[in-house]
C-alpha cells in the first residue's frame, strides 16, 4: 500500500475534553510522525498538529474520527506526489 505524507491540524475548544481525542490519537500512533501541541490558555483551546506518513485509508479514516469530536475542528493537507512537480 503507497504511504502519503500529510498534516492534519487540530483546534480543541475544550480542552477539559481531550481524553477521547487523545485515545483516537494514540490509536493511530504508530504512523503518527510528530505531534505538536500549543495551549492558547485565554481562550481555552488548544492547536494541535500532527504529521502522519499513512496509506490514504488510514489517513482518511484519522480524520473521520476526529470530525466526530464535538469540540474539535480539523483539516487535512497532503504532500503533493512527486509527479505534480514535474508538470
Known amino acids: 500500500m503507497d504511504k502519503k505524507l500529510a498534516l492534519i491540524g487540530i483546534i480543541v475548544n475544550n480542552r477539559e475534553n481531550v481524553d477521547q481525542l487523545n485515545e483516537i490519537l494514540h490509536e493511530y500512533g504508530d504512523f503518527i510522525m510528530g505531534r505538536m501541541g500549543v495551549p492558547y490558555h485565554e ?32 483539516k487535512t493537507i497532503y504532500a503533493k506526489e512527486e509527479d505534480e512537480f514535474t508538470h
Open 43 to 74: 481562550q481555552k483551546m488548544s492547536v494541535i498538529s500532527i504529521v502522519i506518513d499513512a496509506p490514504e485509508t488510514i489517513i482518511r479514516e484519522l480524520s473521520d474520527k476526529l470530525s466526530t469530536l464535538s469540540y474539535v475542528s480539523s
